[in-house]
């Protein structure tokens, strides 16, 4: 890259905005300086929770499902995992109604 890329001073946030949306921040990267991040004790403590809270399976399906269910959750704009434990959830409320 020749050169480094200043970023313009920009007035407001809608100009901030319609600029990155035509620009890319990899060429301005080198004029960036860095900021300290700190995070949240109780954020911290409830994304691990989150994390843990979920246990990996394994479950054989057949190509033709899984192509279908990714279909499926890029329509509805959700990760086809997410999608399938929805399903997974909602399966088990109606059993249980049905049993109670």
């Known amino acids: ?29 080198g004029g960036l300086e860095e900021e300290p ?7 911290r403590r409830r994304v691990v929770e989150r994390a843990t809270a979920k246990k990996p399976v394994t479950l054989r399906l057949e190509n033709q ?11 509805k704009s959700v990760p086809y995992q997410t999608l399938m434990r929805m399903w997974i959830a909602e399966g088990l409320a109606k059993e249980s109604s049905k049993t109670a």
Do not use: C
């Not at 991040?37 to 954020?43: C, F, G, K, R, S």
């Not at 499902?65 to 329509?75: G, H, P």
């Open 37 to 43: 991040v700190t995070v949240d004790a109780e954020l």
């Open 1 to 29: 890259m020749k050169g480094k890329n200043r970023i313009p001073k920009l007035r407001s946030d809608q100009k901030a905005a319609d600029f990155w949306a035509t620009h890319d921040s990899a060429r301005y990267a």
């Open 65 to 75: 499902q899984i192509v279908r269910a990714k279909e499926l959750a890029r329509r």
